[in-house]
């Protein structure tokens, strides 16, 4: 038998989960963890979401260190390597007059990550630590970062491109340095770990706190 | 939290009573459109990958690139690198548009197999990775880090690359994995 569910209250406390594949709901039942609609896995929550994105968010802190110390690119002219930081590159974009070009450099491959890194661990941490925030500002938050962090595989796209118009031997040539492949690994864990996130926690947390409240309250 | 979706007319959307995040699309696009949409940037992806982007004038020889040149230049000092750039801008857009393909195909022909859930499923983890967007925003700003060094032309397969990211919109736009569904089970 099928139950239907009620509107306005969350499928976890009327025993129901909705497949993420097929959007079809159904039944929670503890020997059940497949979709009986479209045989795909199916959860209550994302299993150890908070383990893996944390998991994922050390994996990426400290691929950061390498990624913004080492050179990312080396320029080779005239049989003189010339090494190129993730900063000094910004730099020598300052320097050319080109603000609006460093800028989005910038924002890509500094900001976003860095940012990103610090916006997860905030709400792993308020929802691990229970703190009374707004749960859609800290979905908004999530959602923001969500959608920034793909833009910051720019910078290995235009690596790319670099390497591959510069072309010319000796005498002028682009390759890809250390920094590159530490940014690649910073860029796809942060990309995981907020997909391995499931931003219903969010809202657990809050719940969790207020029947707390509630029963502190009753005593 | 549980939300009921009512009846809407097309081209509406339906959001969640608690994060306000869309949950149903009711998109105005048929799977017969879809295909058609599909179809055409499959085609226009051939040229789109492989020819040239854009061409560099530099110490009298003129050089054109490529996207998939790009990206395999690079396998041997850096594979991890290329990868990721290959899996991004060339594998995963183009198995996301092969997947709504064959999906809609199905759809569109009355068609059930059996393999098509995990279609679904590969479609929905796909559209995350497909970052075409992104390629465009890279190439403008190479071209200006470029124009610095050398005379820069646009390619031919820059056009395409615009028509193929125009439609790669299009099709994430009005794909919706749960309508998708529905019209599975109702086959």
């Keep these: 038998m099928k139950k239907v569910a009620i509107p306005g209250v969350s499928g976890k ?78 730099i020598s974009l300052v320097d050319s007059d080109m603000i609006g070009i460093a800028i989005i450099v910038f924002v890509a491959s500094i900001l976003v990550p860095i940012l990103k890194i610090f916006a997860l661990i905030f709400i792993l941490l308020a929802v691990q630590l229970r703190w009374r925030l707004s749960a859609t500002k800290q979905l908004l938050i999530f959602t923001f970062v969500d959608w920034i962090g793909r833009w910051s595989i720019l910078d290995l796209f235009v690596i790319s491109i670099m390497v591959a118009v510069f072309d010319k031997g000796n005498l002028l040539s682009v390759y890809p340095g250390i920094a590159a492949t530490s940014f690649t690994i910073v860029v796809i864990t942060t990309l995981f770990a907020a997909h391995s996130f499931d931003t219903r926690l969010i809202w657990d947390a809050q719940t969790l706190t207020d029947t707390q409240n509630n029963n502190i309250q009753e005593r | 939290m549980t939300s009921e979706i009512p009846d809407i007319k097309t081209g509406h959307t339906a ?142 397969g820059f056009y395409f690359f615009i028509a193929l990211l125009l439609l790669n919109m299009m099709i994430i736009s009005n794909y919706s994995n749960h309508q998708y569904w529905e019209k599975y089970n109702n086959l």
């Design chain 1, 13 to 90: 406390k009327q025993g129901l989960h909705v497949c993420s594949t097929c959007g079809n709901y159904s039944e929670h039942q503890t020997h059940i963890s497949l979709c009986p609609i479209c045989d795909n896995q199916i959860y209550l929550r994302k299993k150890n979401s908070l383990q893996k994105t944390w998991a994922l968010l050390i994996t990426a802190i400290i691929f950061i260190i390498p990624a913004n110390v080492y050179p990312i690119t080396y320029l080779l002219k005239n049989n003189i390597l010339y090494p190129d930081t993730i900063f000094s590159g910004i």
């Design chain 2, 15 to 156: 959001k969640c009573i608690r994060c306000e995040r869309v949950i149903y699309n009711n998109s105005a696009c048929h799977p017969s459109a879809m295909l058609a949409l599909c179809l055409s940037a499959l085609i226009i992806s051939v040229p789109a990958f492989n020819q040239p982007l854009i061409s560099l004038h530099l110490l009298s020889i003129t050089e054109d690139t490529n996207l998939i040149q790009g990206a395999l230049m690079m396998i041997d000092i850096a594979p991890i690198v290329s990868f990721v750039v290959l899996f991004c801008a060339v594998i995963a857009p183009t198995m996301l548009i092969i997947s709504i393909a064959i999906s809609s195909a199905c759809l569109t022909f009355q068609y059930k197999p059996s393999f098509l859930p995990k279609i679904f499923k590969i479609t929905r983890h796909l559209i995350h990775w497909s970052m075409l967007e992104v390629y465009m925003v890279s190439l403008m700003v190479a071209m200006f880090k470029l124009m610095n060094y050398a005379d820069l032309y646009i390619g031919f």
